[in-house]
């Protein structure tokens, strides 16, 4: 028996494919959308945004309630990387 190999042909036309994203970031703020406006950001924080948040708060010398829902964890999340640093882009 012998093994059946199938080559495969491109062709090049001048459509172009749609795609998502980008090979470059693109800095644009009217893209995110602001957590209070969230659908689930009164929903308790996830696990996630609680074990970051704790990592931020130590490196940033805080405490903070651990009661929080996603949108106000958002908000102290983007607010402690702007105080350490981290999440800043290289």
């Known amino acids: ?13 001048s459509e172009t494919t749609e795609t998502l994203g980008s090979s470059e970031p693109v800095e644009n703020p009217s893209l995110e959308k602001d957590p209070s406006d969230w659908t689930t950001g009164g929903e308790p924080m996830t696990d996630s945004q ?26 102290h999340i983007d607010r402690l990387q702007g105080k350490t640093g981290r999440g800043q882009g290289s």
Not at 52 to 60: G, P, S
Not at 62 to 72: N, R
Request: glycine share 2%.
């Open 1 to 13: 028996m012998s093994d059946n190999i199938e080559s495969e042909t491109t062709t090049t036309t």
């Open 50 to 75: 609680r074990s970051y948040l704790d990592t931020l708060a130590r490196e940033a010398g805080e405490e903070i309630t651990a009661d929080l829902t996603k949108a106000e964890a958002s908000e």
